[in-house]
């Protein structure tokens, strides 16, 4: 079997690490209407995407430094006024209506996988309930 030459390189040398994310439920979780916003050409499917992921992270690995994403956010999630920060940018931007204070509540590691999965929406009244589907698209930024 030929063997072949990998280059991990960028446009200024070496690539010194790169940034990587493990996907998980959030690849279950989209649906049609998101798929452009989050740059997916489709729905995909989690087997196989875990797959993909899995060949390439053992290729990269071989040839530089790997961070992960969720580390990285959950560690940066440990600073308070970054977290308050970031969930009040995040609620300004989604135009979300909800009370922060349950995300505020959360340890920086859940709520880091509650960022990067998708928070589930309270169905505490009628209208939210008859205004959304069911199931688990019911995340607070699903548009």
Request: aromatic letters at 8%; hydrophobic letters at 40%; proline letters at 1%.
């Amino acid at each position: 079997m030929k063997k072949i030459k990998v280059e991990v390189n960028s446009e200024i040398g070496k690539l010194e690490a790169v940034i990587l994310h493990t996907p998980g439920t959030e690849v279950e979780n989209m649906i049609p209407e998101n798929t452009q916003r989050a740059l997916y050409s489709d729905i995909l499917n989690l087997s196989e995407v875990r797959k993909e992921f899995s060949q390439f992270k053992e290729i990269v690995e071989k040839h530089t430094k790997i961070f992960f994403v969720k580390d990285l956010l959950e560690n940066i999630l440990e600073n308070e006024t970054f977290r308050q920060t970031l969930l009040s940018d995040i609620f300004k931007y989604e135009n979300i209506q909800e009370d922060i204070s349950f995300l505020l509540s959360l340890s920086a590691g859940d709520l880091a996988r509650q960022l990067i999965e998708g928070v589930v929406m309270k169905k505490d009244s009628l209208t939210k309930f008859f205004c959304h589907g069911t199931g688990k698209t019911d995340r607070l930024w699903t548009k």
